[in-house]
T-cell receptor
Framework: NAGVTQTPKFQVLKTGQSMTLQCAQD?????MSWYRQDPGMGLRLIHY???????DQGEVPNGYNVSRSTTEDFPLRLLSAAPSQTSVYFC??????????????FGPGTRLTVL | GQQVMQIPQYQHVQEGEDFTTYCNSS?????IQWYKQRPGGHPVFLIQ?????EVKKQKRLTFQFGEAKKNSSLHITATQTTDVGTYFC??????????FGPGTRLSVLP
């Protein structure tokens, strides 16, 4: 199993450009999520999905779009990049039990710089 | 909205000393999860606590969940250089919108 994979590892964008960060998991997990990590801020939830066709907003969704057409893939789209979106982005997945969430498996991250 | 806080923000210890980080929530926690992130790496799950007052141990690590389910702690006995990293707590909100604390960064001096 590859676990959670993310591409690209690094990306530099100019202000106003758009791009898609890819995330895939091969563990058949229902739950997938996107976080951004900024120094001293911990991990902040951008969007999450509890299954194919279902997405919801997290704490910091503005400027980002997601879709979940398959169980395996959960891409994150930056519509018009801004310098404030410079960050490290992590994708994570977990299976859902009756009592709620279980351990999240994180991808290696994408380091994004917006000039 | 819910706020999850952690103290201290940073901790420097000599190898062999003990270390504790505290996690406090502004609202009742559903379940509490703990993660460790090594420098330059990604968060790795350590443990999940579900029941009020629950205590779990993993070798030198002891995790506690408060009786009121509003706080949790992670204690490391006799730290080693391999314990270096940032420790995060997170509320899984019954598998919906996870909320992470800002983390405690631990450095261990040999």
């Amino acid at each position: 199993n590859a676990g959670v994979t993310q591409t690209p590892k690094f990306q530099v964008l100019k202000t106003g450009q758009s791009m898609t960060l890819q995330c895939a998991q091969d563990m058949n997990h229902e739950y997938m999520s996107w976080y951004r990590q900024d120094p001293g801020m911990g991990l902040r939830l951008i969007h999450y999905s509890v299954g194919a066709g279902i997405t919801d907003q997290g704490e910091v969704p503005n400027g980002y779009n997601v879709s979940r057409s398959t169980t395996e893939d959960f891409p994150l789209r930056l519509l018009s990049a801004a310098p404030s979106q410079t960050s490290v982005y992590f994708c994570a997945s977990s299976y859902l039990g009756l009592a709620g969430g279980h351990e999240q498996f994180f991808g290696p991250g994408t380091r994004l710089t917006v000039l | 909205g819910q706020q999850v806080m952690q103290i201290p923000q940073y901790q420097h210890v000599q190898e062999g000393e003990d270390f504790t980080t505290y996690c406090n929530s502004s609202t009742t926690l559903s379940n509490i999860q703990w993660y460790k992130q090594r420098p330059g790496g990604h968060p790795v799950f350590l443990i999940q606590l579900v029941k009020s007052g629950e205590v779990k141990k993993q070798k030198r690590l002891t995790f506690q969940f408060g009786e009121a389910k509003k706080n949790s702690s992670l204690h490391i006995t006799a730290t080693q250089t391999t314990d270096v990293g940032t420790y995060f707590c997170a509320d899984d909100n019954y598998g919906q919108n996870f909320v992470f604390g800002p983390g405690t960064r631990l450095s261990v001096l040999p």
